[in-house]
C-alpha cells in the first residue's frame, strides 16, 4: 500500500506558488503537459477493433500532440519565475527537439513500406506468418530492428528517463523546471511522464513488434488485446530496468549523440529500407540493407569516439 499512500498524500499536500510567478502559466503548464500524453494515447490500437480515435492520420496526429509537450515545459520555466526553473526548461526543451528528429525519423520506414499513416493499417501490414511461426513483424527486418532500437533510445530522451533525465538533475539544479511546483501539480508531471512511457512503448509495438498480433499463428485464439499487452508490460519492463542500471549521462554526451549518431543513422534507416524493398525483400535484400546499415554505424561509431589519449602525468617531490 505504500505507493498508493505516496500518491494520497501527494494529491493532498499544500499548493504552493511563488510570490513572483505568473500564476496563470505557472497553472496551466501541468495540464497541457498531462492532456498532451493522454491525447497520444487515443491514437494506439490496443486489440482488434479496440481503437479509441481511429483516424487515417493517427501517426501524424500522434507527433503532433506529443510536439506540444515542448511549449508546457517552457512555460513550466518562464512562469516559475525561477533561474532554476527556466535553465532547466531549456535544457530539457533542447533535449526533446533534438530527439525528436530522430523518433519521426524512425517511423519513416514504417510509412514507406505501409503507404498509410493509419496505425491500424500499420498493424494490418504486419499480419501473417511464414510456416506458421515467423511473424511478419517490422522488427524482424534489419532495418526495422535497427530503427525500433533508435525509436526506443529516443523515447527514453523524450520521457526524462534515466539515463537522460539531465533536465531532473538534482545536484546541479534542483528539479528543473519542476523545481517550483507541489502538491497536484507537481505530481501531474509526473503522471505526464509516466502517460508519456505508455504512449511511446505502445506506439513502438504498433510500429515494430506487430501490435496485437499473436508472434505464433496457432495463438490466434488468445484476445489480441492480451498480446498487445504484453508486449507493452515487456517495453515498460525494460524502461524500469534501465532507469535502476544506467547513471545519468552528461548534457554535451547526450546532445553529441542525437546530431552525430542517432540523426544520421536515422536518415540511413530511410535508404536501408529502401533498398531492401526495391532487391524484393529476400536474402538479397536483406544482405543489401545490413551492409548499408553497418558501413553507415562503423562510420559514425568511429567520429562519435570523443576518448581522449592523456599524456602522462608527471610528478615533483619536494626533497
Do not use: C
Not at 12 to 38: G, N, S, T, W
Not at 161 to 184: K, L, N, Q, W
Request: charge should be neutral; proline fraction near 5%.
Amino acid at each position: 500500500f505504500q505507493p498508493v499512500a505516496d500518491g494520497i498524500k501527494m494529491l493532498i499536500k499544500e499548493d504552493v506558488v511563488p510570490a513572483r510567478a505568473d500564476k496563470v502559466v505557472h497553472f496551466l503548464a501541468p495540464i497541457l503537459v498531462a492532456a498532451a500524453a493522454i491525447l497520444a494515447l487515443g491514437v494506439i490500437p490496443y486489440g482488434r477493433n479496440m481503437t479509441p480515435f481511429a483516424i487515417d492520420g493517427g501517426i501524424l496526429f500522434f507527433f503532433a500532440v506529443g510536439s506540444t509537450t515542448e511549449l508546457a515545459v517552457f512555460m513550466a520555466g518562464w512562469g516559475s519565475n525561477n533561474k532554476f526553473s527556466m535553465l532547466g526548461a531549456m535544457r530539457a526543451i533542447a533535449q526533446m527537439v533534438s530527439y525528436e528528429l530522430p523518433l519521426i525519423l524512425t517511423t519513416l520506414p514504417v510509412v514507406m513500406m505501409v503507404g498509410a499513416l493509419s496505425p491500424d493499417a500499420i498493424v494490418a501490414a504486419q499480419d501473417g506468418y511464414s510456416m506458421g511461426v515467423l511473424p511478419h513483424w517490422f522488427v524482424t527486418t534489419p532495418w526495422g530492428a535497427a530503427a525500433f532500437v533508435l525509436f526506443f533510445v529516443s523515447g527514453l530522451v523524450e520521457s526524462n528517463r534515466t539515463p537522460f533525465d539531465v533536465p531532473e538533475g538534482e545536484s546541479e539544479i534542483v528539479a528543473g523546471h519542476m523545481t517550483e511546483y507541489s502538491g497536484f501539480k507537481y505530481a501531474t508531471f509526473f503522471m505526464a511522464e509516466y502517460f508519456g512511457m505508455f504512449a511511446i512503448s505502445g506506439l513502438a509495438v504498433t510500429l515494430f513488434l506487430g501490435g496485437w498480433h499473436s508472434p505464433i499463428a496457432a495463438l490466434n485464439v488468445i484476445p489480441s488485446y492480451f498480446w498487445f499487452f504484453l508486449k507493452l508490460s515487456a517495453l515498460l519492463f525494460v524502461y524500469i530496468w534501465v532507469r535502476g542500471t544506467l547513471p545519468r549521462t552528461r548534457v554535451d554526451q547526450i546532445m553529441n549523440f542525437a546530431w552525430k549518431f542517432m540523426l544520421p543513422m536515422a536518415f540511413t534507416l530511410i535508404v536501408a529500407a529502401a533498398v531492401w524493398h526495391y532487391q524484393g525483400r529476400g536474402l538479397a535484400g536483406w544482405l543489401w540493407s545490413l551492409a548499408v546499415i553497418a558501413l553507415v554505424y562503423l562510420v559514425l561509431s568511429r567520429l562519435l569516439d570523443t576518448r581522449k589519449k592523456f599524456a602522462t602525468r608527471t610528478y615533483r617531490f619536494a626533497e
